[in-house]
């Protein structure tokens, strides 16, 4: 298991100090020897490998994407909300926000 839970291999996206490509994970094999012997033993499905990477990546990206925009939309919904609120309800919800309120009274 290359991917996934083991984190042997990573897709990591190109930066202005790198280039795209794989890296080890955090499951990988800790030493020179034994990286080698896992490269000897992927290198016949490497451009496999590398697309699978690649396409895991991008879903991640594009499904984290979607989960932030929504978080931003039920930011802004609350925030809407907040200003039609009455003082004491806007009280309440700052003494939540700060982690002073205690629960209902």
């Not at 499905?45 to 932030?68: S, Y």
């Amino acid at each position: 298991d290359f991917f996934g839970g083991q984190g042997v291999l990573l897709w990591q996206e190109e930066a202005t100090d790198r280039k795209a490509g794989l890296v080890w994970g955090a499951a990988a094999p800790k030493t020179g020897d034994l990286r080698a012997e896992k490269r000897k033993q992927i290198y016949p499905a490497m451009g496999m490998v590398t697309r699978i990477a690649q396409m895991v990546a991008r879903t991640v990206k594009r499904a984290l994407a979607k989960e932030r925009q929504k978080f931003q939309d039920d930011a802004e919904y609350v925030r809407g909300l907040r200003e039609q609120w009455e003082p004491d309800s806007q009280a309440r919800l700052a003494q939540i926000s700060q982690g002073t309120d205690a629960g209902p009274s």
